[in-house]
């Protein structure tokens, strides 16, 4: 599995969560040349970018998580985070993270599942 995803789970509306995602099998050159992606799936719709962020750290929000959901990388650990802050339960779904690399092409996560519920 070229992405490895976790820190899903059940949380109330109003709580927060940190997802992680690593490449165990990337070496740290070319993992620092992925752009990197959230994307998540709900029982409503298809799947959905939720934030990006370029190897030259630029990101992107979905405006449905904006001001609450905050993508961040750490080249040195091989590892993509999405900090959820203020989630609600319409933030439920099936989180996947995703890579792109220009000369490796794309690979996708096993996804984690996350429940807003009181």
């Known amino acids: 599995v070229p992405l490895q995803a976790s820190g899903g789970g059940l949380v109330q509306p109003g709580g927060s969560l940190r997802l992680s995602c690593v490449a165990p099998?990337?070496?740290?050159?070319?993992?620092?040349?992925?752009?990197l992606a959230w994307y998540r799936q709900t029982p409503r719709n298809q799947r959905e970018l939720v934030a990006s962020?370029?190897?030259?750290?630029?990101?992107e929000y979905a405006d449905s998580v904006k001001g609450r959901f905050t993508i961040s990388r750490v080249d040195g650990r091989k590892t993509l985070y999405l900090q959820m802050n203020g989630l609600k339960p319409e933030d439920t779904g099936v989180y996947y993270c995703?890579?792109?690399?220009?000369?490796?092409?794309?690979?996708w996560g096993q996804g984690t599942l996350v429940t807003v519920s009181s």
């Open positions: 995703y890579r792109n690399h220009t000369i490796y092409g794309d690979a």
């Open positions: 099998r990337a070496i740290l050159s070319t993992f620092s040349n992925y752009d």
């Open positions: 962020i370029t190897k030259y750290d630029r990101t």
